[in-house]
């Protein structure tokens, strides 16, 4: 297990190609803590949803960005998305996704915030792992 010190913070155009940076930096920290199999697929699993809801494909060029904040709290992986200057509600998760999320993680949300889209997800290990 490698401790895990200060906030990854990732900056990327808000395109679904760019999503498996999510993935592969939410993998990777979950690994580092130390995180069993299942607990770093749930937090990889919740990030892509989640993060993959504040995304519009339609928007092309230099339009807005996806910013992720990884932070670490004791052990548990605590993860704020937000995408900027968007009219109108963030789009409802698909029930399917609402469901696996509230199994598979600590707490999670999403909404707006400042004219923002906006995400927060805390996964820690299971007792199992």
Do not use: C, Y
């Amino acid at each position: 297990m490698t401790e895990v010190r200060g906030d990854i913070v990732l900056s990327f155009p808000a395109q679904s190609t760019n999503l498996r940076i999510a993935r592969l930096t939410a993998s990777s920290v979950a690994t580092d803590l130390g995180f069993g199999l299942d607990d770093t697929e749930d937090l990889r699993v919740a990030v892509t949803e989640l993060a993959g809801a504040l995304i519009d494909d339609e928007e092309a060029g230099d339009g807005p960005r996806l910013e992720l904040r990884f932070r670490i709290e004791d052990q548990t992986v605590v993860v704020e998305g937000r995408r900027s200057s968007v009219d109108g509600e963030v789009p409802d998760l698909d029930p399917i996704a609402r469901e696996l999320l509230n199994v598979t993680t600590d707490e999670h949300s999403l909404g707006t915030e400042d004219g923002d889209w906006t995400f927060s997800v805390r996964k820690g290990p299971s007792a199992a792992s």
